[in-house]
């Protein structure tokens, strides 16, 4: 059974940075489909980071520059770090996890889902 949790939300003020860290069990985030999803209150879940088995990367335009999404191997976790955040950073965030080789920033591309950690940017 697969399971993802998520830690390192917080709130911070406009500006500062935080790093989400997901770990798994009954899955091996190495060689696989992994993103990161985010949802904002009265928004729809919309996907900000992504990572294919090969290592490729894939942004939102909103987050690009900002966010860098990587995986521990020998940890098993998955991070997402967070810099020069403002408050439409506001969110849940989720960390997704594929079984197969599809990957992007759609939630159709992920079969397994952590519970989320909430990030609260104040200005």
């Known amino acids: 059974q697969v399971q993802l949790v998520e830690s390192g939300g917080g709130s911070v003020q406009a500006g500062g940075s935080l790093r989400l860290s997901c770990v798994a069990s009954?899955?091996?985030?190495?060689?696989?489909?992994v993103g990161w999803f985010r949802q904002a209150p009265g928004r729809e879940r919309e996907g900000i980071a992504a990572m294919s088995r090969n290592g490729g990367t894939s942004y939102h335009n909103s987050v690009l520059g900002r966010f860098t999404i990587s995986r521990d191997r020998t940890r098993n976790t998955l991070y997402l770090q967070m810099t020069n955040l403002k408050p439409e950073d506001t969110a849940m965030y989720y960390c997704?996890?594929?079984?197969?080789?599809?990957?992007?920033?759609?939630?159709?591309?992920?079969?397994?889902w952590g519970q989320g950690t909430q990030v609260t940017v104040s200005s």
């Open positions: 997704a996890a594929a079984s197969t080789a599809s990957w992007g920033l759609r939630e159709s591309n992920y079969q397994y």
């Open positions: 009954g899955y091996t985030f190495s060689g696989n489909s």
